[in-house]
């Protein structure tokens, strides 16, 4: 494990720092959706209740008590071990397991059943506050319930833009498990593939390499798909197969130990008869790589999203202006038409995970970084992502940055 219980002892001890004398924090996991009458999805817990506890089981609680004189206390609810139900619906982790995932000491983690009984002193007595960014069923049900005075949300997001170097390698592993996917896909590019064998290919990587929840759903886009961003319907041999000249890209991410990896990888299919074509192709990719190398050169503390993406379209304008594309008058509005979404977002438990996306870097970020630009003209687009951490004086690659032109020709 990279992400210890300890680890997740010290957050609930922030957060504890943070709220008031008095207080009650309350987190709840979530329950799983139906998928038909009698299955639901994989589950995924509530990535705050994650944040504190590593754990994933349903029906989860955490509640966090600071007295009035600064002293706390720390309470998990959950399902207790039930021979009968875990026959029909899979074995549940018994206390100790719990225990030594979260670092909640055994004796106080209760049966979920007993929580209205234990908390209702906490409820009536305490400032209630509750992770208002929560989508769980059971949160709004709490907040409809309770009188909830302010909340925790805010406090957790602004815990989880500054990653540990722990997290950062959580990060860094789920890049590499989603590289070795591409690699072994690589050798299926050709003429004739479709973007369900390779869909596939990646998932199954992902998957036998423990990633069995990816961190979004994998995109894979041959020829003019990836003018649709989020094109994540793979089409079989009845839509878009790689023919010579194609450009094929690839957004794809694994998750290790609930911290996400989005890697974006473009791959060149043979060459093109239209030698033009061809010409675009490399223009195209030149533009990207002088994108990437600029990027992760201005990546520091004390800059912004803002500053970034106008320093790429910037880059991106003046290309296209050579290219005859733009003239030198060219505005914003004019670039956007080619340069489509934002060169970077916050990474971690979420692909796009929660952030202050005014707030100027600070060391600890944890960013994916993607210029991409897409010329409708041309009938070519693509993008090149990589992870990074934000340190002291810039920038460090989590993904490998080995293919770091970010494109392969074939």
């Known amino acids: ?23 009650a924090v309350f987190l709840f996991a979530g329950k799983g959706r139906a998928m038909s009458q009698d299955t639901d999805y994989r589950f995924l817990p509530d990535r705050n209740f994650f944040y504190l ?10 509640v966090l008590v600071k007295d009035k004189d600064g002293s706390s206390k720390t309470i998990l609810f959950a399902l207790k071990r039930d021979d009968l139900v875990e026959r029909w619906h899979g074995k549940r982790m018994p206390y100790e397991e719990l225990s030594r995932i979260s670092g909640i000491p055994v004796e106080d ?9 234990t908390v209702y002193a906490y409820i009536s007595e305490y400032k209630l506050l509750i992770d208002d960014t929560s989508i769980t069923e059971e949160n709004r049900k709490f907040m409809a319930a309770h009188e909830v005075s302010a909340d925790a949300g805010h406090m957790l997001t602004s815990m989880r833009m500054v990653k540990s170097e722990e997290e950062a390698r959580a990060i860094s592993t789920a890049a590499a498990l989603t590289e070795e996917a591409l690699d072994e896909m690589r050798s299926l590019i050709r003429p004739g593939v479709t973007e369900l064998e390779l869909y596939t290919k990646l998932e199954y990587e992902m998957a036998r390499r423990g990633s069995l929840i990816p961190a979004f759903s994998t995109i894979v886009s041959i020829g003019t798909n990836a003018f649709y961003l989020h094109h994540s319907e793979p089409e079989d041999e009845s839509g878009e197969v790689a023919k010579e000249g194609d450009i094929i890209q690839i957004d794809v991410g694994a998750r290790c130990e609930g911290y996400c990896a989005d890697i974006s990888r473009a791959y060149f299919v043979g060459n093109s008869s239209d030698e033009e074509a ?40 003046d290309a296209l202006v050579k290219w005859g594309l733009l003239t030198e008058d060219y505005t914003d509005d004019d670039v956007k038409r080619y340069y489509w979404h934002n ?65 392969v020709c074939l």
């Not at 990279?2 to 504890?16: A, F, N, V």
Request: proline share 3%; hydrophobic share 35%.
């Open 1 to 23: 494990m990279i992400i210890t219980g300890d680890i997740y002892k010290s957050r609930r001890e922030q957060l504890i720092n943070r709220i008031p004398e008095g207080s």
């Open 53 to 62: 506890t590593g754990l994933t089981y349903e029906s989860g609680k955490l």
């Open 109 to 117: 983690i209760y049966d979920v059943e007993d929580f209205d009984e």
């Open 278 to 317: 061809d010409g675009r192709r490399m223009k195209l990719l030149g533009l990207i790589q002088e994108l990437r190398r600029n990027a992760f050169a201005f990546i520091k503390p004390g800059e912004t999203f803002a500053t970034l993406n106008a320093k790429m379209k910037k880059i991106t304008g």
């Open 343 to 407: 060169t970077s977002h916050h990474l971690g438990l979420d692909v796009h995970d929660i952030c202050d996306r005014g707030a100027p870097f600070v060391c600890g970020n944890c960013l994916a970084v993607e210029p991409g630009v897409y010329i409708r003209e041309w009938g070519i687009g693509f993008r090149i992502e990589d992870d990074v951490y934000v340190t002291e004086d810039g920038c460090r690659l989590l993904s490998s940055g080995e293919d770091s032109e970010g494109s």
